[in-house]
């Protein structure tokens, strides 16, 4: 298999979702992220390419690397 590169994997390629949440004073959204993991840390974190921009829809062609807890990533 050719190695995965952030300019060549596509939202249709995400093997994960990543829990999030945005926080609006008191109240806030949980959503899900379509993501890909790359690389696994010793300290219990993950390195992400997290696809899309928060919960809005149309904004698949967005991608970003996030280190985060593993307990936040589920398979899809």
């Known amino acids: 298999m ?5 300019a060549t994997v596509e939202i249709k390629d995400a093997t994960h979702k ?3 949440r945005h926080a609006i004073g ?10 890909i993991i790359l690389k696994e ?10 696809f899309g921009d928060r919960f809005w829809r149309e904004y ?3 991608k ?5 807890d593993k307990f936040r990533v589920k398979p899809i």
């Not at 008191?26 to 993501?35: A, F, L, V």
């Not at 840390?41 to 997290?50: G, I």
């Not at 970003?64 to 985060?68: A, D, E, F, H, Q």
């Open 18 to 20: 990543l829990s999030c």
């Open 60 to 62: 698949s062609d967005k």
């Open 64 to 68: 970003r690397i996030r280190y985060v």
């Open 26 to 35: 008191k109240s806030g959204y949980d959503y899900w992220m379509d993501c």
């Open 2 to 6: 050719s190695k995965r590169t952030k």
């Open 41 to 50: 840390l010793p300290n219990n974190r993950l390195k992400l390419l997290v």
